[in-house]
């Protein structure tokens, strides 16, 4: 089995500062990772995955992620947020193999102060 | 890019009564799709994984006679929620994995509302 494990529910940051939005992960095979963003009353867009190769992912909007085998960490982070990022964050896995079923965390709400 | 609706974005009903949601990806054929559900404040849960022309799978403890699925085409799967009550009041999102293609992509859909008065 796998799980997902997004540590904190609400990061409040002021506009132009950096922030790192923490996601760990346990399962006992290999798996894929993902951030998604859901905007209120939305469905979810993919910001960014980790597959295979480089562990330091860059995605949309500015986002990138870093893939810790050893610590079984994705966090993201952004150096620089804006008024527009304020949104619902999830971390999600795949494990490789099986029928691709995707397990999210719990989501972490990124709350932008002007 | 690939695209998935889902239809109504938002439905209201009354206790009782049955409401059928459409999942369709757009401009892709879709041999996979999901449909999760998610709870205000909470994170999505997925309740069945549907393949074109075969029966859902559901997860434990997703009642299968009340959430109908079916996946009659490689671009639409509906779900049905048969007799619905105030409990089922939830954003229910489906994805669709594309048939060609790298296995590990699911896009997902903009969402549908129920609530159940």
Known sequence: AQSVTQLDSQVPVFEEAPVELRCN?????????????????????????????????????????????????????????????????????????????????????????? | GAVVSQHPSRVICKSGTSVKIECRSLDFQATTMFWYRQFPKQSLMLMATSNEGSKATYEQGVEKDKFLINHASLTLSTLTVTSAHPEDSSFYICSARPSSGAQETQYFGPGTRLLVL
Request: with cysteine.
């Open chain 1, 25 to 114: 992960y346990s399962s006992s095979v290999s798996v894929y990772l993902f951030w998604y963003v859901q905007y209120p009353n939305q469905g979810l867009q993919l910001l960014l995955k980790y597959l295979s190769g480089s562990t330091l992912v860059k995605g949309i909007n500015g986002f990138e992620a870093e893939f810790n085998k050893s610590q079984t960490s994705f966090h993201l982070r952004k150096p620089s947020v804006h008024i527009s990022d304020t949104a619902e964050y999830f971390c999600a896995v795949i494990q490789l193999g099986g029928y691709q079923k995707v397990t999210f965390g719990t989501g972490t709400k990124l709350q932008v102060i002007p």
